[in-house]
């Protein structure tokens, strides 16, 4: 339960403070004051094991020495010069270069994931033939707030439409299958339905798309999906543009998420884990298309925040560490383990509908009734706050709980998580019986 001094604080920002927080944060109340690794502390002294990771952001968990001693020092140095060229820039590019498949050699600067992803549609814009208009993406994508990434997926609000010149193509989310088919006897039809419907247009320039779903539960499309579709794309001269904003930097087990299925973009944009959750972001891309005249115009790639010193500090920490400390295979191996661990709690609670996920990164989906998979979301909230009163932290949103724990997290800690989140559904289930 929300303690005294929280509850007190909580009394007084209310006054002010515009309503609309995230779902985890309006149900959960806590005011977090410290956070070290894989451990948060609240305004009263209670610990919470934080298996979202910030907001799926703190790949090396809470307050890492390195990324402070960086920005420490960068900030006692210089703050903002606009996108002027400062020495951690130049060693950050390189070592990107070094993290990144080969052919992801340009790079680009910038605060937050919707700020990059609308850097690559301009890219994109710049760099299309003519008459290629249109713009291709997934159903149940999330690619930020802003009224481009809105468009991208037909995300209206309150009475105004802003659908754009995109095209949705189903999303490879077998759980619920939007064509009522079943792995693998579908042949994966959704994917033939994004060939014909995006790949194969010749109005269409580039598929813009996460490639393991993160917003919408974590769905991972099953094999064939995203080989089919990525070969069309590059046969008929359809950029394939990957958000990975949530999954790059090593999250599912590869830099990128793309080098599981085997798709190699045109261009990626990466946020979140890259600096361990300072604000930063960075579009990576073919020369052919960030170097292209019509996309390297004055300007193109500035903005306020954009280059500065600070994010390049703390992006150039975090992943100096996450190579040297070999931790992408540690994600593989922590990976393997939670697999295992969610695989018995969802034998034991038939309110799991599906349990998926890849490396440190997994979804639970509740429903009322197996049979009828029926979403149960005062289900998952009811094991959130569960999980919160126990000393554990989760991401909630609708009836899907997502976990995503620091790489650096200490196997046992990982094992003690997993186990309250093992007691909090006992407990929710025992009280909507």
């Known amino acids: 339960m929300t303690g005294p001094r929280q509850e007190e604080l909580l009394h007084r920002e209310a006054a002010h403070l515009a309503p609309g927080a995230s779902e985890e944060s309006a149900l959960g109340r806590r005011v977090f004051v410290e956070g070290r690794g894989a451990v948060l502390t609240d305004l009263d002294g209670n610990q919470y094991i934080d298996l979202a990771a910030g907001t799926l ?24 010069v606009h996108d002027s060229a400062t020495p951690d820039r130049a060693a950050l590019c390189e070592l990107l270069a070094r993290l990144l498949p080969e052919e992801l050699d340009t790079y680009a600067f910038f605060s937050t994931g919707a700020e990059v992803v609308e ?65 693998p006897s579908c042949e994966v039809r959704c994917a033939g339905l994004v060939r014909r419907h995006i790949a194969e247009k010749p109005n269409v320039s580039a598929l813009v798309f996460e490639p393991v779903l993160g917003a919408a539960g974590v769905i991972v499309p099953p094999p064939g999906y995203w080989e089919r579709i990525a070969d069309t794309c590059r046969d008929n001269g359809v950029l394939l543009v990957a958000d990975e904003v949530l999954t790059g930097g090593g999250r599912t087990g590869t830099f990128l998420a793309c080098e599981r299925f085997g798709i190699e973009p045109d261009l990626v944009t990466l946020s979140k884990g890259l600096a361990s959750g300072f604000p930063f972001a960075v579009l990576a891309g073919r020369s052919s298309v960030l170097r292209h005249p019509r996309a390297a115009a004055a300007g193109s790639t500035a903005s306020t925040y954009a280059n500065n010193p600070l994010g390049i500090a703390a992006a150039r920490a975090t992943l100096e560490v996450v190579a040297r400390d070999t931790l992408i295979a540690r994600v593989r191996t922590l990976g393997a383990l939670m697999d295992e661990r969610l695989a018995e709690l969802r034998s034991r609670f038939p309110v799991l509908g599906d349990v998926r996920g890849l490396g440190l990164l997994h979804g639970l989906e509740f429903v009322r009734d197996p049979a009828t998979r029926e979403p149960a979301p005062e289900l998952a909230r009811a094991v959130y706050l569960a999980a919160l009163d126990l000393g554990l932290r989760t991401s909630v949103g609708g009836h899907v709980i997502r976990l995503a724990p620091p790489f650096t997290i200490d196997r046992t800690l990982l094992e003690e998580g997993l186990t309250l989140l093992g007691r909090a559904l006992e407990q929710a289930t025992e009280a909507h019986r």
């Not at 307050?63 to 006692?76: F, I, K």
């Not at 990434?149 to 077998?174: K, T």
């Open 119 to 183: 850097a690559a549609l301009r890219a994109v814009q710049a760099v299309a033939e003519p008459g290629r208009n249109r713009i291709g993406a997934l159903r149940h994508g999330f690619h930020g707030k802003t009224q481009g990434a809105r468009m991208l997926v037909h995300w209206d609000i309150g009475n105004q439409a802003h659908a754009g010149n995109s095209v949705l193509g189903y999303s490879p989310y077998c759980y619920r299958c939007p064509l009522d088919l079943e792995y």
């Open 57 to 80: 952001t703190q790949s090396l968990g809470h307050c890492p020495p390195e990324v402070v001693a960086a920005l420490t020092e960068q900030a006692a140095r210089l703050w903002n």
